[in-house]
Nanobody, 127 residues
Framework: QVQLVESGGGLVQAGGSLRLSCAAS????????MGWFRQAPGKEREFVAA???????????DYADSVKGRFTISRDNAKNTVYLQMNSLKPEDTAVYYC?????????????????WGQGTQVTVSS
């Protein structure tokens, strides 16, 4: 029912920045918790960040320890889009980044708790 399309990935030098976007084809987008996950070759898909709108101009958000202070998740409900601003990128941030959505009322961090997934966008950070 909910289709997600990621964009904004690419190649960037260490210390640089990228902004990922996830467009959702859902009129009730604002009711979903939105998350970002990433997966590097040979590794499990890991949580990056998640957010849920809880009122006008109010969001709850959570971040993996590895990205706290560097990444920021945000959303534009009018555009049905969630963003991931990534600053101070490190080579270990290299992965395919996936957008995900769930109707769960809480901000959740486990991949198996999300119902809808995008196809991913590649982020490569060179040293």
């Amino acid at each position: 029912q909910v289709q997600l399309v990621e964009s904004g990935g690419g190649l960037v030098q260490a210390g640089g920045s990228l902004r990922l976007s996830c467009a959702a084809s859902e009129r009730t987008f604002s009711r979903y918790t939105m998350g970002w996950f990433r997966q590097a070759p040979g590794k499990e898909r890991e949580f990056v960040a998640a957010t849920r709108w809880s009122g006008v101009n109010i969001y709850y958000a959570d971040y993996a320890d590895s990205v706290k202070g560097r990444f920021t998740i945000s959303r534009d409900n009018a555009k049905n889009t969630v963003y991931l601003q990534m600053n101070s990128l490190k080579p270990e941030d290299t992965a395919v980044y996936y957008c995900a959505a769930t109707a769960t009322i809480l901000v959740v961090t486990a991949a198996d708790q999300y119902d809808y997934w995008g196809q991913g966008t590649q982020v490569t950070v060179s040293s």
